[in-house]
């Protein structure tokens, strides 16, 4: 399995004329606000804070780009990550809705980099119509996705298989894989990483 050697923020973009210039393989990260986009970009890279995470919904506000170093039996090499602003929390005018939907059919549409995206459910609830709308937004634009059942501690281990199932129903997926994983525990992060490096390698 690879390792990750390293780790950098590289930068934060609004619109496609602000995205780091990279030839390497790329990786997303979309879903409701406070759902663990962040917290699951540290976890996978074993750094405890190089992407902000709050309790308060809302912290990520921008495209965030990481570059990523890592190493395999075969070869070294490179990826990137990129933390997006999350969508769905109360509080917010339809201005900034619109604004964060530009945000990110702008980046799904024209980063051609991008590989694949993980799309952040929370293992608790019920699959939300917004999560619907952007697994099938990727599928319009043929991109892969991959769910994350978030927060599986909060959950007893001996639930997840029937939580899984009923996202997956709920959610529409055909192909796509889900994980549960759990940052706070490290638990579900070898499969995930492992799915990664079908793709990247
Ligand atoms: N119990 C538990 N809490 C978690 C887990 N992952 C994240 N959290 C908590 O959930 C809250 C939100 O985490 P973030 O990683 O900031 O969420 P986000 O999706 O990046 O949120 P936005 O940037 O607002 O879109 C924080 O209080 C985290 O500590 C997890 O695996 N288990
Ligand atoms: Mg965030």
């Avoid at 393989?25 to 750094?47: D, I, P």
């Avoid at 495209?63 to 509080?91: I, Q, W």
């Avoid at 917004?130 to 599928?139: C, F």
């Amino acid at each position: 399995m690879i390792r990750i050697i390293e780790s950098e923020f590289l930068t934060s973009a609004v619109t496609s004329d602000q995205y780091p210039a990279s030839l390497f393989a790329e990786f997303a990260f979309v879903g409701r606000s406070n759902v663990g986009k962040s917290s699951l970009l540290n976890t996978l890279l074993n750094r405890k804070s190089l992407a902000k995470v709050s309790g308060q919904p809302g912290k990520t506000r921008l495209v965030n780009f990481f570059k990523v170093r890592f190493k395999s039996e075969e070869e070294d090499g490179f990826f990137t990550l990129v933390d997006l602003p999350g969508y769905g929390f109360a509080r917010v005018s339809k201005t900034e809705r619109d604004k964060w939907k530009k945000m990110i059919s702008e980046y799904f549409s024209m980063r051609l980099q991008l590989q694949a995206v993980f799309v952040l459910v929370d293992i608790r609830h019920k699959a939300d119509p917004k999560d619907i709308d952007v697994i099938r937004m990727l599928s319009e634009i043929g991109k892969t996705c991959c769910v994350i059942a978030t927060k599986s501690d909060k959950v007893a281990m001996s639930k997840h298989p029937e939580r899984l199932r009923e996202l997956r129903a709920g959610l529409g997926l055909q192909q796509e894989k889900i994980f549960a994983v759990s940052s706070l525990k490290k638990k579900g992060v070898t499969e995930v990483i492992k799915w990664l490096e079908s793709i990247v390698i």
